[in-house]
């Protein structure tokens, strides 16, 4: 660690120290994921796991020899390919095409052959196979020591990295070692496009699997480099890829290059003294363009690589790890009691920030790069679950995001007018900005994405203070969302503001009257959409915003209806929601889960059965408007009755159960959520990584026990431990400052201190008491325990996990 | 006439005197749909309404010699095949294929070559064009006059019948007669397999059409008689046609016969002499099966025409007519002062019985065999519009079709399974009794098709008295369908009883608490179950029906949630209905109905925009549960609302218009009603007939203007006329005897006399006054002028057309 807070001495002192083995084969360990073996059935989870990306091009961790293999994926931010969207009855507004993410030229095949053996660790023997994804050095490290069918061993290091400083680049150091004497070995270094994938599934949240999407437009090569350009057919988007390639052979080889349509390869063969290495380093880079010609994007991809041999592996490494050194010195989240946990959590800030730190320009993936999990698409819980970690830690990639809903408007304002609205309608989801949503009561109704958009842009200009962004995307952003609301609602003849027939967060509740977090969300849009405008009069202005708008959105917001069942004492979650029959909790198997899988939708969406938080999500993102008691008992009635059949919803009941003093529970909620795909918990890791739960496991550790709140535009604390965590260390940007929470228990006491490591002052709170930071003046206050805490019961057999710390 | 009571006494002296011509260029009559002269426009519309059918297979209206033409169906009931039904995301339960009518071998192609010439209207000259539609003598006859482009001038004749009386036989009387000195002529008299169709459009609401359904199996030829057996590619049903024919030519011919795959041919070739006449009968029988082997089916096929040839054309024109008369006997509705409505609602009459005469173990289709509209499909609206007239005129054909409905209850059995619910989903369309729907929101959840089914089951044993069918089919519909409703709703803590998440009739408004409509039907189908099952303990308990399940029903149905508002004093259509915002009908032009076809669902259901009667239709059904105050107040607040976009809304408001006193607008909607196909209102009398909307015009005949009712088991009337008409009179049959309503205006004294036609005794009441009908003692009473009526409104631009009435 370079910041010197590291809690885990022993990964100071050599980073193969583990604590343990999880059930899933992987080791623990402060900074890395690693596994040893090759287990078939896990092939495809580790591949998702191992994925290096950069926001802007994902790979997944398929071995450099290409088989055993699942889903060799490479993925471009925003390449895409579109394809039909069939509808056995047809309605207005249903999308025809819609996209989805194309896997796209390999270049991180180096074939390996032995003698007259492929290495393969299917066949001869392995005696020692060893992965890391490294937290901090930002590689996928192997290390495999293996004997051939015919009897000659090697042992074949490999570092591979998908650059944070350089964009379009990736690099693998690739080392041959022999173990026996006069070993020959044969090196394939490929590009190979229209790579095979695995067959489609019946579940609909997986993607459309597309054959062979790239059309060949130009290979070229030459000395150790190759580019191949491809076109897919129907989107017209364009690709490059290049690689070149730095070679060490203690006695010579010789080397080939080729390119065909499909494939480049570069060849090496050689013959290795024992003890000797061959070693290669073998650099990538991708472009791609719907504008720009063939042979530009091959210049572009040239220039690329040529920057990258120019740089040099060992530079690149070092650029990789001090992106990573400033991330974890800004961003990093300590436990301590849980060193299983721990290591989840890094893991997911790592994949968030893999997948939006170079985004610019394209949007953040609900699966990242790193599968083709719901065709690719972006949805609501990018701007809900990951953009707040990154506001708060990597402010310029929350922007990029934002920027990117800004450069959508076209297409969402004629979606909008599409569906008899005003304003803008983002889409459910996404690649380009346009529906490819091809089930509307869960795509189009869910209006409730435009209120997170707005929510992350609110959130992103108060913790940043931004003022740029706030006047051009982001009032541009909160003006148009808050049109569409305007359009979307009406005023009763009572005065009060109503918004029916929409579907809220939970997707077991379809097309409701009034459902609490859209109104509540809509609600706070208005008025940050007023705030905005009355702050960048000009911007306003230049939007047609007039003073009236303004005035009907503040009335819009003050009318807002907000149910609530008066006999039960609990907030509705929609109009009548309270008096819908209840679910069979108690007759519902365990198999039957997830019950959009086995249930029809009518059943699900009549009942008190809810999928994933959603008056809980709005008692965390709208604090303010609930009192204590009400968010116990609306927690405890809620909690009663939500299943948890989306990954959206374990974080958001943590910070809630935080909140309400269920401190174990958030605590078993916090390990769901972090071990989600390292657990592979909702059985389709092999996809994709969930991007927003790994958002969502910062969210717990911040605002769950840290108590982080950002109502209003003030950022306020009231952190708790749960009885198996000792400390829990964490820090956010806020306006330029840096503030360190720093939460522990000594001699059974629990405290918390504030320090800003950044900045010159802070006003915050601590559970409600002002607490005001000047300089490096560190504020240490007690913590009070939690009050008001009403017993609370989960559905028949849907209680989490109860939490055994991991050593 | 052959009963005496025909108004049109023009018609007795000559069959050939009509009235006027409609702007659509059909002649008014009172027993005939003629039409004169080619309209290349009009060619697809006159092919639906000149449909011959017998409820057992249809031809569609093309002219013999086959072009021009637009769709040139012959349609088999329950023949289809299968289909893929793609969903852009699919669902648990969401029916993974279709069913669709399949375009049999067309066996109505009778060629004529005239000389060198093909004869076809479209060149040469036609001196004169005549199409009739006979509605007594049950035939399609034409007679065209022509010259060819060569010269040579013929008079060709033909008259064509579907039995009513020999169910798979049909028969075409054929006549060429030289106006000119030696014509040559050639007939090829076709059966052709696989006919080309028209290109499919992209209305949700018409079918899927099929590219060559049939694979040959067998063809046969010899003397003047052929046969084709075929069957479908997926659905594996096969089909045999078979044709013979008689030829009389004064100076001989010469004939050839052939049988290929997909055709097969008997040509005549003959010499005319002027004013010679060259007569073809040609007798075509129809067969299908989805078990009987090939040979079967063609020994059956050629049975049929064996039997065909015996009874000769004479004879089966005769029993065709002595069907009719039969037919119009007992089921003639007579209207003085509008002959165009008269004519309507005769053709509109003749339709629900060409589609249901001869059904016998297959389903009402709501296009009955006239076009692929819906893909041929059955619907709730044959058991709610088109049965409650064969009921009270034509029992046995609402026996049949109930009849199939319970053959089809294990289907809906596996259906209800499958959703999780307990005894019988019926399908919301379908041609085997498989769930055939794509959009489940207007499928699925439309469970009141269930309530539908019970409502006529119901009905028809109340109204027959049909003591076995109330023991076998009919206790069993009752129950499984009360079953659903059980399993469907659940009680609320405070007792009542709610049905949540449902679709009523009104498309517009999708997955609502509590649909007024579903519950008072559910509440009825409880009740009719409860006392069936008391009726007939053996089938109850031979259902497992036990005194705790009846006792469920009954305490289910007597807790019934009816929604109230009791600020506007008006029934809600579903919770919350009237507190949801009102559709701007001020902003909506012309041009965007229907409405679905231009506005987002989402956008539809969530305002106070009704597509068809809904609320309204349950106070036609329930009218016993509503005062006639709610009654005025409803239905001027649903009025205002109610667009029409459906065919299956003016019926109902015109009976409850009537009710209510607007006797005008009930007039008007009539008219709507009745010509619906004849004036193409809906635009789409190319793909079919509205057999409902048919049903429905006699609906508004005796229960508009006529006032029946058959609440509770009893049969009521409130007769009025409205001040166009002078009379009306009609008849129904009522357990066995047959009571005429004859209502008239003389003086300025609107009275009404019943009497009994058939039958010893029976108690009605008029007016609410009660009536005991004995013998043959007329009784007539007057008329009490409307009381209590309310002003109403209509959508702007939605208002029905001020019917003039067309002489």
């Known amino acids: 660690m370079t910041n010197g807070h590291g809690q885990h001495t022993t990964s100071e002192s050599g980073d193969s120290t583990t604590y343990a083995t999880t059930r899933h084969g992987y080791a623990i360990h402060p900074w890395k994921l690693t596994r040893s073996g090759l287990m078939p059935d896990e092939i495809a989870a580790s591949e998702t796991l191992f994925t290096l990306s950069n926001g802007h091009f994902g790979m997944r961790g398929t071995l450099e020899e290409g088989e055993p293999r699942a889903v060799p994926g490479t993925y471009i931010n925003g390449f895409y390919e579109e394809r039909p969207l069939p509808h056995a009855e047809s309605g207005y507004g249903f999308p025809e095409s819609g996209e989805t993410v194309v896997n796209v030229t390999d270049g991180k095949l180096i074939r390996l052959f032995v003698g007259d053996s492929p290495f393969d660790l299917r066949y001869g023997t392995t005696h020692s196979h060893e992965r890391a994804l490294d937290l901090r050095t930002g590689t996928l490290d192997r290390s495999t020591e293996w004997t051939s069918p015919n009897g000659q061993s090697v042992r074949v290091t490999s570092r591979r990295l998908v650059s944070f400083a350089h964009r379009s680049l990736a690099a693998i150091h690739y080392e041959v070692e022999a173990l026996d004497d006069n070993v020959y070995v044969a090196l394939y270094s490929d590009l190979l496009a229209n790579e095979q994938n695995a067959a489609p599934s019946s ?35 364009r690709m490059a890829v290049g690689m070149d390639h730095v070679l060490e052979v203690p006695q010579g080889a010789r080397t080939t290059i080729e390119a065909d349509k499909d494939l480049a390869r570069y060849t090496v063969t050689a013959q290795l003294p024992k003890g000797s290495k061959l070693r290669m380093v073998k650099y990538l880079a991708y472009g791609w363009s719907h504008r720009r010609s063939g042979p530009a994007l091959r210049d572009q991809v040239e220039a690329a690589l040529a920057v990258g041999k120019l740089i040099g592996w060992d530079e690149l490494a070092a650029k990789q790890r001090a992106y990573l050194d400033d991330f974890w010195e800004h961003a990093d989240v300590e436990i301590d009691g849980d060193p299983g946990l721990q290591q989840a959590v890094r893991i997911s800030m790592f994949h968030v920030l893999q997948c939006s730190a170079r985004a610019e320009g394209q949007g953040l ?45 076209p ?121 905005a405008c009355e702050r960048n009069p000009e911007s306003a202005a230049a939007l047609g915003v007039t003073e009236e708008e303004v005035a009907g959105w503040r009335r819009a917001a003050a009318a807002m209806a907000i149910p609530y069942d008066e006999e039960l004492q609990v907030h509705a979650q929609s109009e009548g929601f309270t008096r819908r029959d209840e679910w069979d909790f108690e007759g519902t198997s365990d198999d039957f889960y997830p019950l959009l899988l086995n249930f029809p939708y009518f059943q699900i969406y009549r009942k008190q059965v809810i999928k994933q938080a959603d008056l809980v999500l709005a008692m965390q993102l709208r604090g303010d408007l609930f009192t204590p008691e009400q968010k116990a008992r609306n927690f405890a009635y809620y909690e009663a009755r939500t299943v948890r059949d989306s990954s959206l919803s374990a974080a958001t009941q943590a910070v809630l159960a935080a909140e309400t003093g269920h401190l174990e529970l958030a605590y078993d909620y916090w390990a769901e959520v972090a071990l989600v795909d390292l657990g592979d918990l909702h059985g389709n890791v092999d996809d994709g990584l969930h991007i927003a739960s790994m958002g969502g496991s910062w969210q717990v550790a911040v605002s769950g026990f840290g108590g982080m709140r950002d109502h209003g535009g003030q950022v306020t604390f009231a952190p708790r431990l749960p009885k198996e965590l000792t400390r829990l260390r964490f820090r956010i940007r806020w306006n330029g400052a840096v503030v360190e929470v720093d939460v522990r228990r000594e001699d059974g006491t629990d405290t918390a201190t504030y320090r800003l490591v950044e900045g010159e002052s802070l006003s915050t709170s601590h559970h409600g008491t002002p607490v005001e930071l000047a300089g490096e003046e560190p504020v240490r206050l007690a913590i009070p325990a939690p009050t008001g805490v009403l017993p609370v019961t989960h559905p028949a057999r849907r209680a989490p996990t109860r939490r055994v710390p991991q050593r």
Chains 1, 2 share one sequence.
């Open 203 to 237: 579940d609909p949240r997986d993607a459309a699997v597309l054959e062979r999407p790239l059309k060949s437009e130009a290979s070229a090569a030459r000395d150790q480099q190759a580019v191949l350009v491809h076109r897919t057919r129907r989107s017209k988007l």
């Open 365 to 409: 993936g609900a699966k990242g790069l790193s599968g083709i999990g719901y065709d690719g698409h972006t949805f609501w819980d990018a701007d809900l679950f990951a953009l707040p970690m990154l506001t708060y830690t990597k402010p310029q990639a929350a922007r990029d995001h934002l920027t990117w809903r800004r450069d959508t408007l």
């Open 411 to 531: 297409q969402a304002r004629e979606r909008a007018t599409e569906l008899g609205l005003h304003g803008a309608a983002f889409p459910w989801r996404t690649i380009t900005g346009k529906e490819c949503s091809g089930y509307w009561p869960a795509g189009t109704a869910a209006f409730h994405v435009n209120s997170a958009v707005a929510d992350a842009t609110a959130r992103y200009v108060a913790a940043t203070g931004d003022g740029e962004f706030d006047r051009g995307p982001g009032t541009e952003l909160l003006t148009e969302t808050a049109r569409l609301w305007m359009s979307l609602g009406h005023f009763n003849t009572d005065g009060s503001f109503h918004i029916d027939g929409v579907t809220g967060p939970d997707e077991y509740t379809a097309i409701v009257d009034d459902n609490l977090y859209t109104n509540v969300m809509a609600q706070a849009n208005f008025t940050a959409a007023a705030a």
